[in-house]
RNA sequence: GGCCCGUUCGUCUAAGGGCUAGGACACCACCCUUUCACGGUGGUGAUACGGGUUCGAAUCCCGUACGGGCUACCA
């Protein structure tokens, strides 16, 4: 039997993958996804998903912004299983508590000649950038060309160097070698290629000693013996640092396999939370407030999304199983989804769609889970649901018309209320003495009517209107406005089946009065 | 500018050298329905362009165009 490279390595090693957030903001559309694929090749191959929280950079920490991921991911139904909030035996698992793991690191890359020290102020880095710059290159990089004409422990001399490291600032660089080629595997998009000389010397350890991406993320990714390293294609270009590092610090042959992820567009580029407000369509998946602005950012959660169809919708942006299956729960997911089958190509975001998952969704669940989450938002809403038995026929007769979960409070309220105001518009200009003696007639035959059912209330009513020879149908819209108030909902009688005799006589009669 | 990634209906996509390029969303029409929806039937609509390779190309190769990402002591 043939089997595939990456089959070969699959059976190898346990399969770790993790999901590595920096605590910035709101979680958006293309990081949900991001865990959703990690996630569900986790579970596929019985491996391990965790959560690494990336706050090295202690100028963008956002409080509240961790808790309100692991929240995310909560709703969202993708439990890490190892994390900050779930435990595991990789941890710390914020990367600020690592911090003294790195240094070592650093180190022994300078020591092999790999990386050195640089000393140079913000200002000479500007200044650098403003003097190189010419037509053709407009924006120089600190890289195998310039290296040398920088302060840095390349260019200065042993005791000169002692000298600035002992003051403490400096930061540390890998040394990009010249004129290489670094290529690597990605499981997306195939063998990918980059010459050296094209990378800069990306800084690995900061000035207050954190590490940046680069380092910590292969320095990390080894220690929590991750297997598969997933991530978004914003990445791809700074690859050939990280596959450098790993070369130069565990081995290549231990590197995880990579893949990365195509972005979801919005409709000009990355998708960001400006498309969000200015399209009128949720990125976060849950509501976020900034907490410096005191901004509210409206989420998938909130608006009344599914989480089975947010996540549905996400992994078909970019996934699809070869079938023509469009609608899949979790559990198919995990059984069916495979990293190949993954697009290399951009998804741009068409919310037509994702409300479109959103309705099938609300269509195919049960009506019990379905009122599980109706009935808090009814009461929210001044609604009182007498029982659950009415409410989860209410429910079975609405929901084909209900997108999202709040269309339930509109598209049943006239159950548990009796309406406060009248479409008379819709009535008027039709109305007549004859029809209000009709009604007059219904209200007292339907007292006297011992089953309350659709089909009989429809027949009296029929019968009626035969007997007064007026057409049924110029009397089912009046009937309509006084059960409902409006033009919409369910076919008239059926309302009048749950309402009940008494309430339905009541309805008919108060607005008799009123057209 | 440089590097990297990408390109099939408006949008998400199927088709891994061989059918009339298939499906879904959206849109349009008709049917159902004397409310609003759901639903049903049908329709409009795509292989970016130019070269190769081949009996045969959406598919493989090259070039061009276009789109996107990166180009920080941010991730």
């Known amino acids: 039997m043939y089997l595939h490279p990456l089959s070969l390595q699959l059976m190898s090693k346990r399969v770790r993958v993790r999901f590595a957030p920096s605590p910035t903001g709101g979680l958006h559309l ?171 010397d990306k800084v690995l350890l900061k000035a207050d000693g954190m590490p940046t991406y680069h380092l910590a993320v292969v320095v990390d990714d080894h220690l929590m013996q991750i297997s598969h390293a997933f991530r978004g294609e914003e990445w791809l270009s700074s690859a050939p640092v990280h596959i450098l590092l790993w070369k130069y610090l565990f081995g290549l042959g231990n590197m995880p396999q990579w893949a990365h992820f195509p972005l979801i567009l919005g409709p000009n580029g990355k998708l960001s939370k400006r498309d969000g407000s200015k399209y009128g369509f949720p990125v976060f998946a849950m509501n976020w407030t900034d907490p410096k602005s005191g901004e509210l950012t409206e989420g998938f959660k909130e608006k009344g999304f599914l989480p089975g169809a947010f996540i549905n919708l996400l992994a078909l942006l970019g996934w699809n199983d070869g079938t023509e299956q469009e609608i899949f729960s979790k559990e198919e997911l995990i059984e069916k989804f495979s990293i190949e089958r993954v697009h290399s190509g951009g998804a741009k975001f068409d919310y037509e769609k994702a409300k479109w998952f959103n309705h099938e969704w609300i269509k195919r669940w049960p009506v019990r889970d379905l009122s599980y989450q109706v009935k808090p938002l009814l009461e929210e809403n001044g609604l009182w649901v007498p029982d659950d038995n009415l409410l989860n026929k209410v429910i079975e007769l609405v929901k084909d018309r209900c997108t999202f979960l709040p269309d339930f409070i509109q598209q049943s309220s006239f159950f548990f209320k009796s309406p406060d105001s009248w479409d008379l518009d819709a009535v008027k200009p039709n109305w007549n003495p004859d029809k209000r003696i009709f009604f007059e007639n219904f209200a007292t035959r339907l007292a006297a009517i011992s089953t309350w059912e659709s089909v009989t209330l429809e027949n009296e009513f029929k019968n009626l209107a035969g007997e007064k020879n007026i057409k049924p149908g110029e009397l089912q819209l009046p009937f309509r406005i006084m059960l409902v108030g409006g033009k919409f909902g369910p076919p008239v009688f059926h309302i009048a089946e749950l309402l009940g005799k008494e309430e339905t006589i009541s309805r008919i009669e108060k607005a008799v009065s009123l057209f």
Request: a negative charge.
């Open 30 to 200: 293309g990081g949900v996804r991001t865990v959703l694929y990690n996630y569900l090749f986790a579970k596929k191959h019985g491996g391990d998903f965790l959560v690494r929280i990336e706050d090295t950079d202690q100028s963008r920490y956002v409080p509240g912004a961790e808790e309100y991921i692991f929240d995310c991911l909560k709703w969202c139904g993708l439990d890490p299983d190892e994390s900050v909030q779930h435990g595991g035996n990789y941890g710390p698992y914020r990367q600020s508590e690592r911090k003294s793991s790195y240094r070592q690191y650093a180190e022994q890359l300078v020591k092999d000649g790999h990386a050195y020290y640089a000393f140079d102020t913000p200002e000479e880095l500007e200044k650098m950038r403003q003097d190189f710059r010419t037509e053709q290159n407009p924006s120089p990089q600190y890289d195998h060309t310039i290296r040398m004409k920088m302060r840095n422990s390349l260019t200065l001399t042993a005791d000169e160097t002692e000298k600035m490291l002992r003051d403490g600032k400096f930061v540390t660089r890998i040394k990009m070698p010249a004129g290489e080629t670094v290529s690597f595997m990605d499981m997306i998009r195939g063998e990918v290629h980059f010459d050296t000389s094209l990378v800069d």
